[in-house]
């Protein structure tokens, strides 16, 4: 298994910028693709952004492309993601999740979740 711990969350204005980390221990944190998701008030959790075993490859929900950025560092078992140019419709609880499929955007197939960081954006 793998336990993941997410921070970095917190308030901040509209057109911030906040840096979430999702520390990972147990089995080999190179084995998992990442990704981050979010749940706002009411609504259902939604794809964020993924990030594949080696860090070579990302992918973003259509609305967050080019203000949020998934990276990832094996050697200190954690991923990232740099939220820029926030606004208030990004306020949510923010988890990430491990998977062992190779690079998928279904929450469904990701087996390890942390337990979530809160981001509220202030206009």
């Known amino acids: 298994q793998v336990q993941l711990v997410e921070s970095g969350g917190g308030l901040v204005q509209a057109g911030g910028s906040l840096r979430l980390s999702c520390a990972a221990s147990?089995?080999?944190?190179?084995?998992?693709?990442m990704g981050w998701f979010r749940q706002a008030p009411g609504k259902e959790r939604v794809f964020v952004a993924l990030?594949?075993?080696?860090?070579?490859?990302?992918y973003y929900s259509h609305s967050m492309k080019g203000r949020f950025t998934i990276s990832r560092d094996n050697a200190k078992n954690t991923v990232y993601l740099q939220m820029n140019s926030l606004k208030p419709e990004d306020t949510a609880v923010y988890y990430c999740a491990a998977t062992q499929r190779i690079f998928t955007d279904l929450s469904d197939e990701y087996a390890y979740w942390g337990q979530g960081t809160q981001v509220t954006v202030s206009s």
């Open positions: 147990g089995r080999t944190f190179s084995s998992y693709a």
């Open positions: 990030i594949s075993r080696s860090g070579g490859s990302t």
